[in-house]
Structure formats: C-alpha cells, structure tokens
C-alpha cells in the first residue's frame, strides 16, 4: 500500500516536474521574442519574466523532492507536457519547431501564443487548488508545501496576459480553444496519468532534465 502511495506521489511530481520545466524554458523563448518584438513593453517584459523564474523555481522545488527521496522522476516526455499539447493542437507542429521568427513576425501567432499561456496557467490555478484540498496532498508535508508555494504565485502568471491581450484589442480564448484545453486536462487526467501509474514498464530518467 505504502509502495502504490508512493508510486502516485511520484507520478504527479514527474508530471509536474516535466511541465514546470518546458514553462521555463518555453518562456526564455518568448522573453527573447518580446524583448525584440515590444522592447518599450517593461511591465510586461517584467510580468513574463518572473513567471519564468517562478517556473524554474517550482521545476527545482519537484527536482528536490525527488532528490530528497533519492529516487528519479519517470521518463514521461511531450505526450504529458501541457504546453507541448497545446502547441502541438494550435500551431500544428511540434514545440521544438516552433521557431522565433514565425512569432516575432506574425501577431496572429503571437497572441494565439499568449492565449495558450494563460489557458494553461487557468487549468494550472484551478488543479492546483483541487490538488490542495485532497487528502492525499494533505498527507505528505512536502508536496504541500511545493503546492502552497505554486497556489501564491500562479494568479500572477494568469493576469498579466489577459491584460496584455485586452489591451492590444484582441480577443481572449474561444471555443476552439477552450475544447483544446479540456481535450488536453482530460486525456491527462483520465488516461495518461492512470496508465503512468499502473504501467510497471514505464521507466526512470537517468538524470534530470537540468
Ligand atoms: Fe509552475
Ligand atoms: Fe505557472
């Protein structure tokens, strides 16, 4: 019974770990693109950035956890990646092919990109508070602790932009969009996650991402 616990636990932190990661480093991305694209934009340029360090900042919290329990997390690639769906959905290719330019060139992409951040920041706020009011969270000290300090600083990751889309005059998510983003939350849920979980073969990183 102990070994199953453990084994969930660890199943939520190597999901977590992977996505806190891909945010960080998807969000250097989009610093570099904003600092050419809207160099005047400092407020903005501020707001994204500390969205980024928070996201290292969570990937290293989960990085300790397992650390800590001296144990790695599963080898779990872009299948589990919120963002990497969600760009696979929208922009009909990979994350890694999504290249600078496309964005810096095309403000139609560049908001659809900022859409697709703060849908996945939303699902974030909104996961984060059912995972807190769980009793299986409640009963381990470190990983609600980690999800404490997520819930303080996801709302502002959220805001600033919706802001910054209402004030550029374009339109927040659509339906298409929103059926995106639950198609993604409940494959997750309902069969990734369960399958993560029961699949003994599944295996282990030999090391951590960074
Ligand atoms: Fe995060
Ligand atoms: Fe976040």
């Given at each position: 019974m102990k070994q199953l616990f453990e084994r969930l636990q660890d199943v939520i932190a190597s999901v977590y770990l992977y996505n806190e990661y891909t945010g960080y480093i998807e969000l250097e991305k989009l610093l570099d693109v904003l600092h050419v694209k809207y160099p005047e934009e400092r407020t903005f340029i501020q707001a994204v950035q500390k969205h980024c360090d928070d996201e290292r900042k969570h990937y290293l919290m989960f990085r300790n956890y397992f650390k800590k329990r001296n144990r790695l997390p599963f080898d779990i690639g872009p299948t589990y990646g919120y963002v990497d769906l969600f760009i696979l959905h929208v922009f009909k290719k990979?994350?890694?092919?999504?290249?600078?330019?496309?964005?810096?060139?095309?403000?139609?992409?560049?908001?659809?990109?900022?859409?697709?951040?703060?849908?996945?920041?939303?699902?974030?706020?909104?996961?984060v508070d059912k995972l807190l009011k769980s009793p299986f969270i409640q009963k381990d000290s470190t990983l609600y602790r980690i999800f404490k300090v997520i819930e303080r600083d996801e709302p502002s990751h959220c805001y600033p932009y919706q802001y910054w889309l209402k004030k550029s005059d374009t339109h927040l998510p659509r339906f298409q969009e929103r059926i995106t983003d639950l198609w993604i939350h409940y494959t997750l849920l309902l069969f990734k996650i369960p399958f993560l979980f029961l699949n003994p073969r599944v295996k282990r990183l030999e090391a951590f991402y960074a």
């Open positions: 990979p994350i890694e092919d999504l290249d600078r330019e496309e964005i810096l060139e095309s403000d139609r992409r560049f908001f659809q990109l900022c859409r697709l951040i703060m849908m996945t920041e939303f699902r974030g706020m909104r996961q």
